[in-house]
């Protein structure tokens, strides 16, 4: 099984960066799972951001999000990455990172969730 944390959130201003980290501490190899991001904003349903296969080598980042988010992972330190550039008010959400055996987008195919981490973007 996975354990999941994420960290790195906070408040940032429209323009600016921020980059979440997801450190796995339970039993499995987290280089066996698929991880991805997901958003969830006040009143809006949980929204996909990025997925990145467990050796990295295959990702898939949301279209309109392109160019601007880049998931990535490493290994051997347990942790999977989003780096958010040029943030804007819309980022505003909570952000989750999760893992799955599944080759999906949707939320309920991935078995393992940590807790969210707040981003907050002011314009």
């Known amino acids: 099984q996975l354990h999941l944390v994420e960290s790195g959130g906070g408040l940032a201003q429209a323009g600016g960066s921020l980059r979440l980290s997801c450190t796995n501490s339970?039993?499995?190899?987290?280089?066996?799972?698929?991880m991805a991001w997901f958003r969830q904003a006040p009143g809006k349903q949980r929204e996909f951001v990025a997925r990145?296969?467990?050796?990295?080598?295959?990702?898939d980042v949301k279209g309109v999000l392109k160019g601007r988010f880049t998931i990535s992972r490493d290994n051997p330190e347990n942790t999977a990455y989003l780096e958010m550039n040029n943030l804007k008010p819309e980022d505003t959400a909570v952000y989750y990172c999760?893992?799955?055996?599944?080759?999906?987008?949707?939320?309920?195919?991935?078995?393992?969730w940590g807790q969210g981490t707040q981003v907050t973007v002011s314009s």
């Open positions: 990145i296969s467990g050796n990295g080598g295959i990702i």
């Open positions: 999760a893992g799955t055996f599944h080759v999906s987008r949707a939320a309920e195919e991935y078995d393992y």
């Open positions: 339970g039993r499995a190899l987290m280089e066996d799972y698929i």
